[in-house]
């Protein structure tokens, strides 16, 4: 039975998105999944090279476009919210959530998470720990939340890489859209334990490219 739609959110990052399913396809996971792409408002010449990298391997794409038909950048949060919403759409309990820096190792994250969230119901949202590509030169100080070899409960599930339970989405009424980029996975994380779920994040399954997303997002790189 399928349960997990894999969202992927993008702006300018065909590139990125081609190596993500390609870690797929090199490491294929035991958990099957439905792909799901959200272009968060991809500059014109690159919206062609998303639809090819997305037919390619037979994901879904949706783009953002403002009332004329114009690119829209409506943020991350509202990216994910959209996952989300296409996943209770096809009827499916859970979102996996991914940055377009994503690319998957050779373990079984996505089977793991979905373990998580079905043997524990009061489980809201599984992080899948990143290692990091240091992009910028340091260590993010909240990479102490990722365990290297057990589930680790924490305050937030890891941002760039998360499974959330449909339902615990829909109680919290998702994503705060306010937030644009940064902090909206701290937000979701308080309102899930203010309503009684767990986060945990799991051993390191996926590489973060740091920063590859945001160097791409001329719009978020403007404010």
């Not at 439905?34 to 090279?49: H, I, L, T, W, Y």
């Not at 409960?153 to 998702?174: D, N």
Request: aromatic content about 12%.
């Amino acid at each position: 039975m399928m349960k997990v739609l894999l969202g992927v959110t993008t702006v300018n990052g065909a590139e990125n998105l081609f190596a993500l399913f390609r870690s797929l396809e090199n490491f294929p996971q035991a958990e099957p999944y439905v792909p799901f792409v959200v272009d968060d408002g991809s500059d014109a010449r690159e919206v062609k090279n998303i639809n090819e990298v997305a037919d390619l391997f037979g994901a879904a794409v949706e783009h953002f476009e403002d009332a004329k038909g114009r690119p829209e950048n409506r943020g991350i949060p509202a990216g994910w919210n959209r996952i989300v919403s296409e996943a209770k759409t096809r009827r499916l309990p859970y979102a996996l959530v991914l940055n377009d820096d994503i690319e998957f190792l050779p373990e079984q994250s996505i089977l793991a998470a979905r373990y998580l969230l079905d043997e524990n119901p009061t489980v809201g949202a599984v992080g899948i720990t990143p290692f990091f590509r240091i992009q910028t030169g340091f260590t993010p100080t909240w990479a102490e939340d990722y365990p290297r070899t057990k589930p680790l409960l924490v305050p937030r599930a890891a941002g760039c890489s998360f499974m959330i339970r449909v339902s615990a989405w829909e109680e919290v009424e998702g994503f705060d859209e306010q937030f644009i980029s940064h902090f909206e996975d701290s937000d979701m994380g308080v309102r899930l334990a203010q309503a009684s779920y767990l986060n945990v994040n799991v051993p390191q399954g996926v590489l973060h490219g740091w920063s590859k997303t945001f160097q791409k997002n001329s719009w978020l790189n403007g404010h």
